[in-house]
């Protein structure tokens, strides 16, 4: 089965840190992949993804991801974290075959603080 | 332009209730998408809209949920009878379509079933 892993709930950094939120994926066929944040009581924003090309993504407010076939990992990083970077992360790929479906990880929490 | 719109942003159903979900997905995207978010997990696909077209209704848990999208525009999710496991948050997303789109999503409405 198809399946997306964040293997932290929750993720700790100092202000002005760097950061990285881990993601590991099992599909079928070459994956694409998302990094969503969630905030309190709004539905999820798009930061990245990975369709083909060049691993490293660069997305919004600074974040970045990079793709690593061999280690089948999607992880999120970001140079120097700050306090409003706070929210729930979800990692998600799209399923081949499922009309770009995707399938979630259970996400992981970040909390900078400062 | 406008993003995704959820109604009701809330609902308290007593159990045996029916209801029914709005969304107002991005105009012209041809892709819509249900999803559920139970409590402290990522979010699980429901079903899929091409168009006024579901192409795919594997994720709805029961046959007491039914999702309809009859001008290819606004759907409705109606989940009849509720039960207290339906409590959750339901979100929409639309994509403008093609494999690996960007999903947009709405605020989401939580569902509370009494």
């Known amino acids: 089965a198809q399946s997306v892993a964040q293997p932290e709930d929750q993720v700790n950094v100092a202000e002005g840190n760097p950061l990285t939120v881990k993601c590991t994926y099992s599909?079928?066929?070459?994956?694409?992949l998302f990094w969503y944040v969630q905030y309190p009581n709004r539905g999820l924003q798009f930061l990245l993804k990975?369709?083909?090309?060049?691993?490293l993504v660069k997305g919004s407010y600074g974040f970045e991801a990079e793709f690593n076939k061999s280690q089948t990992s999607f992880h999120l990083k970001k140079p120097s974290a700050l306090v409003s970077d706070s929210a729930l992360y979800f990692c998600?790929?799209?399923?081949?075959?499922?009309?770009?479906?995707?399938?979630f990880g259970a996400g992981t929490r970040l909390a900078v603080h400062p | 332009g406008a993003g995704v719109s959820q109604s009701p942003r809330y609902k308290v159903a007593k159990r045996g209730q029916d209801v029914a979900l709005r969304c107002d997905p991005i105009s012209g995207h041809v892709s819509l998408f249900w999803y559920q978010q139970a409590l402290g997990q990522g979010p699980e696909f429901l079903t899929y809209?091409?168009?006024?077209?579901?192409?795919?209704k594997s994720g709805l848990p029961s046959d007491r949920f039914f999702a309809e999208r009859p001008e290819g525009s606004v759907s409705t999710l109606k989940i009849q009878r509720t039960q207290q496991e339906d409590s959750a948050v339901y979100l929409c997303a639309s994509s403008s379509g093609g494999r690996g789109e960007t999903q947009y999503f709405g605020p989401g409405t939580r569902l509370l079933v009494l």
């Open positions: 809209f091409q168009n006024e077209a579901q192409l795919d």
């Open positions: 599909v079928s066929g070459n994956p694409y």
């Open positions: 990975y369709i083909t090309g060049d691993n």
């Open positions: 998600a790929s799209g399923v081949s075959g499922g009309y770009n479906k995707l399938i």
